[in-house]
């Protein structure tokens, strides 16, 4: 009897020990990324160019399969890319520059804001790598006064579409 108790016991922690595991396994994947800073040699994943050779916002797309950020020259790029049926199911995570808080031509990358609450302006004036951006903000506010500015109509992440590109 002494030993079917302690095997019970046994049995119970190895159980246990593997429903833990496998719980922080699970947290694991799940766990959010930071948006990684955008060095001098990095290419854009759709064109190819420099990044940092260019003004304007730029993107940053975490795939549920890769350990490293697809970068991106532009939020154009970007999102052309991440409107493909087959990398929309792939991004996990997706970061742009929040351009009411970093200069157009000098971007800080601590001001990433999560792509998906951002508010983008379509249309404007303003230039990136390949001509006509997007212009990323978090707040609603932020992009109204930059369309007044620099024209262009503003939507949210949800509302960007390949025509609108």
């Not at 922690?13 to 699970?26: N, Q, V």
Request: one cysteine or more; a negative charge; charged letters at 20%.
């Amino acid at each position: 009897m002494k030993n079917f108790v302690r095997c019970k016991t046994v049995l119970i922690f190895t159980f246990l020990s593997l429903l833990l595991g496998c719980s922080e396994a699970d947290t694991q994947q799940q766990m959010v990324k930071q948006a990684a800073a955008i060095e001098n040699s990095d290419e854009c994943h759709l064109c190819g160019m420099i990044i940092n050779n260019f003004p304007g916002p730029k993107g940053e797309i975490f795939e549920k399969s890769a350990e490293q950020a697809v970068k991106f020259c532009s939020t154009r790029d970007m999102f052309s890319y991440l409107l493909q049926p087959e990398n929309q199911r792939q991004a996990q995570q997706v970061f742009v520059h929040d351009m009411s808080k970093t200069p157009w031509n000098k971007l800080n990358d601590e001001y990433f804001i999560d792509a998906r609450e951002a508010w983008f302006v379509v249309g404007s004036s303003k230039k990136g790598a390949m001509g006509k951006t997007l212009a990323s903000f978090s707040s609603q506010d932020d992009a109204l006064a930059f369309s007044k500015e620099f024209g262009g109509m503003v939507y949210p992440f949800d509302e960007i579409t390949m025509d609108l590109l």
